[in-house]
């Protein structure tokens, strides 16, 4: 398995970012091959992480390219900072 976890910093609105995420975003990667899982979270004071769980290395990249452009079409101005990116293969999980 192959996880992403991507940390956004000032979020202006995280009520309507999880809304959008959820209702929208979602629905575009659930059908990537290899999907697993995905989760978005609010850490407070402007901070959310999501983390996506994929079988292998390619569906996290078909993820990566989806977040980027559904983040400049929809989310631009509520995710005003670039994400840390953090990837890499799974080596343990319960």
Avoid at 11 to 28: K, M, Y
Avoid at 43 to 49: K, L
Avoid at 53 to 75: I, K, M, N, P, Y
Wanted: no cysteine.
């Amino acid at each position: 398995m192959y996880a992403m976890v991507r940390r956004y910093e000032g979020v202006t609105d995280p009520a309507e970012a999880g809304r959008l995420v959820s209702e929208e975003f979602v629905p575009l990667i659930r059908p990537i091959p290899g999907f697993v899982a995905y989760f978005w979270v609010d850490a407070g004071a402007g901070v959310m992480v999501s983390t996506s769980v994929f079988e292998d290395q390619a569906g996290a990249e078909e993820s990566t390219r989806r977040a980027a452009d559904f983040v400049r079409e929809h989310l631009a101005s509520l995710l005003p900072n670039p994400p840390q990116v953090t990837a890499g293969e799974v080596v343990a999980s319960g």
